[in-house]
């Protein structure tokens, strides 16, 4: 993973990242006890394997093997990799913007930030797993409905960074932003994001919405190299 900048001007990632099939560390789907050997064995064990990011998934059921197995919520692990590790940066991959009120979501990742040491990363979406918003009872919509919430949501999350006080330790907080779609998931990365996640098919597929990012950054006046 690239090494994050802890103050003044981000870059814009734009490599894409895949968890499709994520080395030991990379990415740690909340399921099973939090006792198990998702846990670091010590606190630097992360470092060792060569993995400077760790995230947890934002779901509240297993994506993979029994859809109905153990499983716990990401953002409470978080806290536990927080107190449990000391240099890997920690985020969600990502948070869907419709489980939480956008302002206490980046209260929560504001609060990340300092129970780790400013290591956090908010990582947001606009969500897909419909079974996530029917067993909770969350509005699902449709992309169109899903996308305008999302649209509406990351301006006040970075607002409310801007309010919140103490303000996150790192400066600015990196922000994620997942997903693909090129009318308002890459306008918000080229408007709002530190770094950009997102799963492609082809080689192809990442030119055609990488240019199509450019052309965002281009538009809101932003260079994609800072």
């Known amino acids: 993973s690239e090494t994050l900048p802890t103050s003044g001007q981000m870059p814009l990632s734009m490599t894409p990242m895949t968890i499709s ?3 030991p560390g990379d990415f740690l789907p909340p399921v099973g006890p939090p006792r198990s050997s998702h846990r670091p064995s010590s606190p630097s064990s992360p470092r060792k394997l060569g993995v400077d990011d760790v995230f947890t998934w934002d779901h509240f059921y297993p994506l993979s093997g029994d859809p109905d197995g153990a499983h716990f919520e990401g953002w409470m ?3 536990a990799m927080a107190e449990a590790t000391q240099r890997v940066r920690l985020g969600t991959l990502v948070s869907s913007v419709g489980y ?11 609060t990340l930030d300092h129970a780790s040491g400013g290591r956090a990363i908010l990582g947001i979406g606009a969500g897909w797993k419909q079974r996530d918003y029917d067993e909770y009872g969350y509005d699902y919509g449709d992309v169109s409905s899903r996308a305008k919430l999302f649209s ?4 006040r999350i970075v607002e409310r960074l801007d309010k919140l006080q ?3 330790l790192s ?4 922000l994620l932003i997942g997903g693909g779609g090129k009318r308002t998931t ?3 990365v080229a408007q709002h994001a530190h770094i950009w996640n997102s799963f492609f098919d082809t080689p192809d597929d990442f030119v055609r919405r990488n240019d199509v990012l450019e052309r965002w950054c ?4 932003r260079d994609s190299s800072q």
């Open 100 to 110: 939480r009120n956008p302002d206490l979501l980046a209260d929560m990742a504001r």
């Open 218 to 221: 281009a538009d809101v006046g």
């Open 21 to 23: 099939s994520p080395a």
């Open 186 to 188: 890459l306008r918000l």
């Open 166 to 168: 103490p303000p996150p």
């Open 77 to 79: 692990i978080l806290g």
């Open 171 to 174: 400066s600015p907080l990196p």
């Open 152 to 155: 509406r949501a990351v301006p």
